[in-house]
């Protein structure tokens, strides 16, 4: 499986590093490439009374970019805090299955939260949700066991609670869908 790693709106390509180097740690079979060019965030998709982007509507845009590019699979990073309807925010999102999935780095910051800037707490935060969402596009659902990154993450200490490795039952299923890419 080949993951490009596609940076929305204003992104360090520093900070996409971690989550380059780490999908294939996680995924069986698995490289992945920092695309070069950037996805212009869209307005369209900024909802002025939340102060929010709407998830979707940045979805529908990767899926549209990665129709024209031969990767199997696209993550979109952003940073600036996204929703999806009915949730007062959501750290990423993802077609399930498909192909585009997104995760916001607004949330994931240790700073956010008024905590001290950590580079390395925040590289461990974006891998658990970039791997997260992928995993989404391979089929995977959220896991009941509270370790496994594929487990359902409500606040960021539950993201920070879980690994960023799946459990094996997901692990299973991760590498049958990659098989079937091949």
Known sequence: MTVGVLPIGTVEKTSLLPIKNGLGNVFPKTTSQIIQEHLPLSENSYDKSRGQYRSN???TAIQSYA????FSRFLGVLNVDIFVSGL???FGEAAFPGKTALISLWRLRPEFYEESQNKEVFAQRMLKEAVHEIGHTLGLKHCSKSS???HFSNSISETDEKRSL????CY???AISIDCLE
Not at 67 to 70: D, E, N, R, V
Not at 166 to 169: A, H, N, Q, V, Y
């Open 57 to 59: 509507q940045i979805l």
């Open 67 to 70: 129709a024209k590019h031969g």
């Open 88 to 90: 007062n925010f959501v």
């Open 148 to 150: 496994c990154v594929m």
């Open 166 to 169: 799946l459990c094996d039952e």
């Open 172 to 174: 299973i299923q991760a």
